[in-house]
């Protein structure tokens, strides 16, 4: 049984700082993609971040460049967000994710990962 489990979501004021963390039992990591989304209150779920298992190959959303890294430890099967300069508009619950999406442009859409975690809020006051 493959399960994704987030932490890390809180309550932070704007230009703060948040890490998130995915800790995946099984082998999600048998998938070939690991990445994260969101979703605010009426909106629908969009892409973040997502980094390839093989040859660590990362992609980021425009609305988060230079602001968020995604990371992972094989060693502890855990998936990283570092988020910096955070905004009131990254107000959402996150979402890890794992599958093989068969293309770039898959990457980016939630129907490429099969595997998927319950979700942790963050929170940016302004």
């Known amino acids: 049984q493959v399960q994704l489990v987030e932490s890390g979501g809180g309550l932070v004021q704007a230009g703060g700082s948040l890490r998130l963390s995915c800790a995946a039992s099984?082998?999600?990591?048998?998938?070939?993609?690991l990445g994260w989304f969101r979703q605010a209150p009426g909106k629908e779920r969009e892409f973040v971040a997502a980094i390839i298992w093989i040859g660590d190959s990362t992609y980021l959303a425009d609305s988060v460049e230079g602001r968020f890294t995604i990371s992972r430890d094989n060693a502890k099967n855990t998936l990283y967000l570092q988020m910096n300069s955070l905004k009131p508009e990254d107000t959402a619950v996150y979402y890890c994710?794992?599958?093989?999406?068969?293309?770039?442009?898959?990457?980016?859409?939630?129907?490429?990962?099969?595997?998927w975690g319950q979700g942790t809020q963050v929170t940016v006051s302004s």
């Open positions: 099984g082998r999600p990591f048998g998938s070939s993609t």
């Open positions: 994710a794992a599958g093989s999406p068969p293309s770039v442009l898959h990457i980016k859409l939630s129907s490429g990962y099969i595997y």
